[in-house]
């Protein structure tokens, strides 16, 4: 008995909720664009990151980032809209007025207006994601990388580099909507979180083979295909253990 207890206590049950791109209109224009705009620059740089893998990604890293941040900004919502909401007791008696009715009309022009009002919030929120992301996502993903096979006594540089691309591309949506919430890593680092835009971009001898460019170029075409798989096809489904 004491064991069927133990092990029931130690399930952990997901509270993650899958999530959606913003309801204005900017946002779910921009959630169509963007990957084609990140495919695009990459098609237009490729030649020049078989030619000289190591300033390309140097390079690219600004605009790459300028992309994510903007991406973030107008499609998703900032990790600070999950903090604490719920009020203090000692307001909890105190008659809150009625708030007025809206017509549709103005609801909808209020909807339009207020992601453009919390902008400098949103890019605060995005700019200390980025921060977090370089410090702490791309030493993890390389380590994790040399691990799994990449050189350890050479090319250090091609692969923080290509660290760093992961990073922008897969962590750095995550850190600006889940934060550093220790409940949200731990579904994520076990796979729990359900299907969506921001999940979906987690999942030879020839010259263009060389260290790093094919890994880079997997994880930007994983990360194009597994928006449009996640955010599409298998929107709001979970990764089954059982």
Known sequence: MSTNTDSTARTIVPVSQPIGILPSLAARTFSHVHPVLLSAYYYLRFASLVANPVSTLITDLL???????????????????????TPSPKHNSIPR????????????????????????????TGLLALMVTFLASTPTIMILMVLFGAPLTTHHLQTYLCASHLSILAVFPLF??????G??????????LPFDDVWGGTIGDREWQKWPIT?????????V????????LLRGKRISFD
């Open 63 to 85: 605009p790459v980032c300028l992309l994510q941040l903007i991406y973030a900004v107008i499609c998703l919502p900032p990790t600070k809209n999950i903090s604490t909401t």
């Open 176 to 181: 600006y909507v889940h934060g550093v919430s």
């Open 97 to 124: 007025p009625k708030t007025p009715k809206v017509s549709g009309f103005k609801r909808s022009q209020l909807a339009s207006q207020k992601p453009w009002q919390d902008m400098p919030s949103k890019l605060s």
């Open 225 to 232: 295909a597994g928006k449009f798989a996640f955010g599409y």
């Open 215 to 223: 890994i880079v170029t997997g994880a930007y075409m994983g990360y």
């Open 183 to 192: 409940t949200m890593w731990r579904e994520i680092a076990g796979g729990m």
